[in-house]
């Protein structure tokens, strides 16, 4: 329990950042989750989802959200895979 008034100030900002990264996270899970589904279902859409998917991986590196290397790795994995299934990228 936070005892001075700045600790409470800080724990109100930890619980709303704690909220805006947890649907942050989960919003980027879900749009590397539709790529990978499109990529290997062979869908006509796949191409715009893995677009989506490294745009919303770019967007969560640059906020901190993941290492922006790890983002590297995970836009070229995908990519990669679009690329063998067919997908244009």
């Known amino acids: ?7 409470e100030k800080r724990n ?3 619980i709303k950042r704690n909220e805006r990264n947890r649907a942050a996270r989960s919003a980027l899970r879900t749009s590397l989750k539709r790529a990978r589904v499109a990529i290997e279902n062979k869908e006509t859409g796949a191409e715009g989802a893995v677009t989506e998917a490294a745009r919303s991986l770019q967007k ?4 901190g959200l993941i290492h922006k290397r790890n983002a590297a790795r995970r836009i ?9 299934a067919g997908a244009r990228t």
């Open 12 to 14: 109100r900002q930890n």
């Open 76 to 84: 070229g994995r995908i990519a990669k895979a679009a690329h063998a």
């Open 60 to 63: 969560a590196a640059s906020k």
């Open 1 to 7: 329990m936070a005892n001075h008034k700045s600790a």
